[in-house]
């Protein structure tokens, strides 16, 4: 058996990931969460009493706690997904952003460091340290040429960029420093079930579902680069046991889209699966608002390295992963609406202007 600790396993991206390695029955899977607004241990409920899954409340900034899981567990990998992550979050207040990406890391690099050293020669050299990051520390694009590449130089343009290009380097110093076997990935943007409401995706769905404004910042002329969820578990999955001490992998889904065009498209999935009572399309929801500060233009991931070396490729294409998301926001309200009644209800974040105090 493998044991493996997954940090913010209640999370978006955390639960896919929990929920494809606990469907393995050699994989022993530890979740490790400190449950703020974005952990949701329902997202988890299919497999809350599988044998080898066990969650631990508790927050990575408390390094003294995170060893003594490590010890307790014999943990032979850590998959590090534990961050505030919401871009519109980071501009209104950058401080929880700082202590948990940054601070929240360096502590548990510290006691990850502390474990393997202890720990007898043959499970040093297996041991990994995977680190789960963002596109957003590479920074803007222009819309007509570049891509992301493993070499592409650091420029993040938010506080949540800043601190997750901050976490990147920490982890490949505690390796290049005092050698511990870490491997680095960065993703495009995620979406798929159990998704937040307050990204682009879901709350597009929700408010739609709910005759409220669709909101889409400036022209809507913004890219990115989506990748479904379902996809970036298994991905993270081959990195973690198959990637080098030292390497770092880009993870995209070559699906490249205006933020405009992902709502449109999210209107037309709603009008033949779910109607408006006025007969009349979604689309007459769209509505254009100030763009956000520090809005970059556009991501794009090559993703050639991973597919190349771990014989990793999405599975889904945008059209059917947005097709799948959308009904399963459709049929599984129980997840949902709690959120929005008590949560989140879909209004507006992150509008502080430069030069606002």
């Not at 998959?79 to 505030?84: G, N, P, R, V």
């Not at 990051?133 to 592409?152: K, Q, R």
């Not at 390497?247 to 009008?271: F, H, K, M, P, Q």
């Amino acid at each position: 058996m493998k044991n493996i600790l997954v940090t913010g396993g209640a999370g978006f991206i955390g639960s896919a990931v929990c929920r494809y390695l606990a469907s393995n029955p050699e994989i022993n899977v530890v979740n490790v969460d400190k449950l703020t607004y974005a952990g949701n241990l329902a997202s988890l409920r299919q497999i809350e009493n599988h044998p080898n899954y066990r969650f631990h409340q508790v927050d990575i900034c408390d390094d003294v706690k995170m060893l003594d899981i490590l010890r307790a567990e014999k943990i032979d990998a850590i998959m590090h997904l534990a961050a505030e992550s919401h871009v519109d979050r980071s501009i209104d207040g950058p401080g929880a952003f700082i202590e948990t990406n940054i601070v929240g890391t360096y502590r548990l690099l510290n006691a990850t460091l502390t474990y393997w050293r202890d720990l007898p020669s043959e499970k040093k050299e297996a041991f990994r340290f995977h680190h789960v990051s963002t596109d957003e520390v590479f920074g803007d694009l222009p819309f007509d040429s570049g891509i992301f590449t493993e070499e592409t130089p650091y420029a993040p343009s938010s506080p949540y960029s800043a601190s997750k290009a901050a976490s990147d380097h920490l982890v490949s110093a505690w390796h290049e420093t005092y050698g511990l076997p870490v491997v680095l990935s960065n993703c495009s943007n995620n979406y798929g079930p159990y998704h937040f409401p307050e990204k682009l995706i879901p709350l597009a769905i929700l408010n739609a579902l709910d005759e409220k404004p669709l909101t889409v910042y400036g022209a809507g002329a913004n890219i990115r680069d989506w990748l479904y969820v379902e996809d970036h578990a298994q991905a993270l999955a081959c990195v973690i046991t198959k990637g080098g001490p030292g390497e770092r992998y880009n993870i995209g889904g070559r699906a490249e889209r205006t933020n405009l065009s992902v709502v449109e498209a999210i209107c037309d999935i709603l009008d033949k699966k779910k109607p408006r009572k006025s007969g009349r399309s979604h689309r007459e929801l769209i509505t254009f608002v100030t763009d956000r500060p520090g809005h970059d233009r556009r991501y794009a991931i090559d993703a050639s390295k991973i597919e190349r070396e771990l014989d990793w490729k999405p599975r889904e294409t945008f059209e059917t992963g947005l097709a799948r998301t959308v009904t399963w926001y459709l049929e599984n309200s129980w997840w949902w609406r709690p959120i929005r009644e008590t949560t989140y209800a879909g209004e507006r974040l992150g509008s502080a202007m430069k030069g606002a105090a």
